[in-house]
C-alpha cells in the first residue's frame, strides 16, 4: 500500500460456510484490523427433518444441525476477534436433498456428497440471489475476500461469481485458495517448489472458470507463524459440528502443519 494511503475502515471475509473462513483466511481473520466474516450459506432449514448427509455426521435434525455449528462458528472467529454475520441462504445440501434421484446418491455415498453434487444443473444459487444478499455488508471503502471456487463444492462456485460482481463496487477485491480443497492433492508447485501438476491443476481449473486466469493477478502466498497456526488450530477444534467430518472428507490435510500453515490470496486488478 503506498506511504501515505490509509487502510480501508472495513475488511470483509465471505465465507460460503461456517468454517470456511478459518480454514482459508486465518491469516486475514487474526491481523490487527477489524474483520467482519458474513458467512452466506448459513441459513437454517423449517424443523423437523435431517438430511442424509447431516445424519451421517450425526445429526438426528438439520436445524438444530445448523444452530450448533452457528454457535461453533461464534466461538471459533472469538479466537480471532472477528465480527461474525450469519445469512439466510441455504447450502447445497438441502436443494440436493430435494432432488430425489440426488438424495438417493448421497445416501448411498455421503463421503462423496461434492463430487456427486458438482456440476449438477439442479444444484446451485443464482448470482443474483447472492449480490442481494452480500451487497448490504460492503461499501466503497471496503476490502473484500473471497472464495476462489477451488474443489467444485456449489456453494463455493456459486459465492465465488457473486464476489466477482462486486469488483466495481469495493477498495479492493481478493480471492482466497479454498482450504483444504486446494491442497487435497499436496501442495501446488509454487509453493512446495517441488512439481505437482495435480494440485496445480485444481487451482488453475478454479481461476478459469471464474473467468480470471487471464487477468493479471497478484498472488500472496502467506506462511502462518507457528503462533499463528496454533491459534488457527484451536479455532478449527472448536468447530465439534464439522471438524470430524474435515477429518473424515480430508484426513489429516486440515491439520498438518505443512497443509493449514499455507493460505493463498490473490488481489485482483482494479476493474
Known amino acids: 500500500m503506498p506511504a501515505g494511503r490509509k487502510r480501508p475502515s472495513e475488511v470483509t471475509v465471505f465465507s460460503p460456510h461456517l468454517d470456511d473462513a478459518v ?18 450459506f448459513a441459513g437454517v432449514p423449517e424443523p423437523g427433518f435431517v438430511t442424509d448427509l447431516d445424519r451421517h455426521h450425526g445429526a438426528t435434525e438439520s436445524s438444530a444441525r445448523v444452530r450448533q455449528r452457528r454457535s461453533d462458528d461464534r466461538a471459533a472467529l472469538a479466537v480471532a476477534g472477528a465480527d461474525p454475520v450469519h445469512l439466510d441462504l441455504l447450502e447445497a445440501q438441502f436443494s440436493a436433498f430435494a432432488a430425489a434421484g440426488l438424495r438417493r446418491r448421497i445416501a448411498a455415498r455421503p463421503a462423496d456428497f461434492v463430487q456427486v453434487v458438482a456440476g449438477a444443473s439442479a444444484i446451485g444459487t443464482e448470482t443474483d440471489v447472492i449480490l442481494d444478499a452480500i451487497r448490504l455488508h460492503v461499501g466503497p471503502e471496503t476490502t473484500v475476500y473471497g472464495p476462489a471456487g477451488i474443489g467444485r463444492h456449489p456453494d463455493h462456485r456459486d459465492l465465488s461469481r457473486a464476489v466477482l460482481q462486486l469488483a466495481r463496487e469495493v477498495h479492493e477485491l481478493h480471492l ?16 512446495s517448489g517441488r512439481e505437482n501438476p495435480t494440485a496445480d491443476q485444481l487451482v488453475d481449473r478454479a ?24 491459534a488457527k488450530l484451536h479455532a478449527l477444534r472448536l468447530y465439534t459440528t464439522e471438524f470430524p467430518t474435515l477429518r473424515e472428507h480430508f484426513g489429516r490435510a486440515p491439520t498438518r502443519p505443512e497443509m493449514a500453515g499455507y493460505e493463498v490470496f490473490w488481489k485482483l486488478p482494479r476493474a
Open 23 to 40: 480454514l482459508s483466511a486465518w491469516h486475514i481473520l487474526s491481523s490487527t484490523h477489524a474483520v467482519k466474516v458474513i458467512t452466506v
Open 176 to 191: 482466497f485458495a479454498d482450504s483444504p480443497y486446494f491442497v487435497r492433492q499436496g501442495l501446488p508447485s509454487w509453493i
Open 207 to 230: 481461476l478459469s472458470d471464474l473467468g480470471v486466469a487471464h487477468k493479471p493477478l497478484s498472488r500472496s502466498v502467506v506462511a502462518l507463524t507457528p503462533e499463528e497456526l496454533d
